[in-house]
């Protein structure tokens, strides 16, 4: 393809950027939120709790890439360190599960080995509906453990299910994902804001 048939892609940047913006925007309501997700992590952290996190496809990534950040940019000295497992990380226990029982039960089963009460479970779903997911969260809830989730405008089952739910709000599924991942680093910097960072960024 020759440089004078490359197509135009101003205004649909421009667009992409918008539409972006509009989301942040409509966040700015929701500070309280992400406090309350900031203080549940914090508490969990100095009480030795568990940090679960599960996603599928992007979310997944983003489920993996939050988990990351929680156990090494997180660390701040003089601070206890964070106990964060990414439940989408593990591909033979999940094709396992995938292959010998059901998709459905990829999230659910990986809980019934580390679960206790006072954990935390954080979810990211676009819709808020996928199966497993909510099997997760549902049986997360049984065991007494603080439940979380980042979704999209619809919320899905997320509301009646999460303590806290955070909505993005739009129904493109590549907007919720990079809002998502923008959530979690806020969410870092503001953990990190809390005390002296033991590592700065490489």
Not at 9 to 19: D, P, Q, T, Y
Not at 171 to 183: A, K, P, R, Y
Request: with cysteine; proline share 2%; aromatic share 8%.
């Amino acid at each position: 393809m020759s440089t004078k048939d490359i197509p135009d892609f101003s205004n649909n940047l421009s667009a992409v950027i918008k539409r972006n913006q509009d989301c942040l925007n409509s966040l700015s309501s929701e500070k309280h939120l992400l406090i309350d997700i900031i203080k549940n992590l914090l508490d969990a952290r100095d009480n030795t709790k568990k940090i679960f996190t599960i996603g599928n496809g992007g979310s997944s990534s983003t489920a993996s890439h939050f988990v990351s950040d929680l156990l090494k940019t997180c660390i701040l000295k003089e601070s206890k360190r964070f106990n964060a497992i990414c439940l989408s990380d593990n591909v033979p226990v999940l094709t396992a599960w995938a292959n010998d029982t059901s998709y459905d039960r990829i999230f659910s089963e990986q809980l019934k080995n580390f679960i206790s009460s006072g954990d935390i479970v954080i979810a990211f779903s676009g819709s808020g509906t996928s199966k497993n997911i909510i099997n997760a969260l549902e049986f997360a809830k049984k065991m007494n453990s603080f439940v979380i989730g980042f979704t999209g405008s619809s919320g899905g089952k997320f509301p009646e299910i999460c303590d806290i739910t955070l909505k993005v709000s739009s129904s493109d599924m590549l907007t919720i994902e990079s809002i998502h991942v923008l959530l979690c680093h806020l969410i870092v910097e503001s953990i990190r804001s809390t005390g002296t960072p033991e590592f700065n960024y490489e």
